[in-house]
């Protein structure tokens, strides 16, 4: 092992500190035990976020013809790691197996022990319902604590410590039948049930797990936010405003996308360093959304009142999509962009039509709302008749006030919503999520 690979490094997983040399940190990234959002750092190092010192790139990009595709955008590429290399070296090997000893009459042992490392035998889909309810192999009347990759033996927590090999940071039990290092029961058991959660088809689960998500939240922003639109909304507190709730339904959006059932605190001691990217991507997903309706606002009323419709219809169909782009991307670019948005509908197949009818019942709130407001106050200048912006101000400062939090809440459900049809189609968009178990 090289000295670069000797060089530990410090892992925060769960709010736990661990230590691993490099090529530990490697087949824990193959293995999923490290995610994106986890921080690590060399001793003596500031921590930072994997992703900042970690390349990422779509594993199925196959030409550069692709790279205008939904998987190549910035944010929502899946995880090759730095054990890419390990990835292609345990493929060679397994190659270099295979060959020798097929000539030995032993095809079959050649690629067992290195092909669970890129797939474990409890996560192939005819052992799902298996593992999920097996026993200790001694003691079949206690639970597992953890499970060989390899054979797929279960040991209880007195057998997995009398087994236990490694030093104090790196502690793992050995299977006494096979040899193979085993895994965390209580992980590979999360893990097949968001498989089974991902393969399941897309529906009405999912709809309530989106309405119930942005429990996770505290009130603070949802308070933040109305008081922000009361004040008129626009200018500085509407720039805060949409700051807040754009992060927040980013955050809604990759968390359900995860497979997460619940939203998650946001770290609002740094948000003003960071607000920039969220902000850009949620005002981009603003114009888009309702770049008809205000193209229609200034000019002749009585075709505005004759193009309405369409310019409505475009705002209800569009959002989830925007939505969706600014969720993986966080890029005002990507977000106006047109093409983009309908590639993403398209990788995601017939989910699709799904998300737009569920989506749709979300929005109802929304149509009503719309239908009562007055029409946009129009004065004359200049032989043109544009909106008048203080009437628009008082407009918005009444609704921000009056259902500002129930508008807060309702978006972040639509992003949640978003994310959980990503989380279904992540196979076909080529992401991560808490169900995948392989590069």
Known sequence: MSQANKTLWEVEINNQIYQADEDTLKYWLI???VK???KVRREGQDWVEITKIVKLQPSNVKSEKSSTGLVALEKAQILTVIANNVKEDVE???????????EKGIEEEATSRKATILEPIFYREDNWKKYLKIACQYHPELPPEVLCPECGAAFCTHCAKASNVGGSYNKASECPLCGALCRSYLEIKEKLLALGEQKAEFGWADLKIALLFPKGLSLTPIVIFTALMGLCGAGFTGVAALSIL????IYAVKDASAGEHEAREMDYTSFLSTFTGPLLAGLGAVLIIT???LALV???LKVFALLKPIAFIWAMFYCPVAILVAGLTESFASVVKLSIGFQALKQMGRLSKRLLAYFLLLEIPLIVLFFILPEVP????????VPDVLSILLIIAFIGLTCGAG??????????LVGRAVFKSANNLGLITKATTKL
């Open 36 to 38: 994106p959002t986890d």
């Open 378 to 385: 129009m004065i004359e200048k200049e032989g043109l008749k």
């Open 246 to 249: 754009s992060s927040t339904v």
């Open 92 to 102: 060679e090997d397994i190659k270099e197996d295979v060959k020798e000893k097929a």
């Open 298 to 300: 200034v000019g002749n």
């Open 291 to 293: 770049a008809p309706y």
């Open 407 to 416: 508008f807060f809440y309702l978006t972040v459900a639509m992003g949640a």
């Open 31 to 33: 293995e999923g035990r």
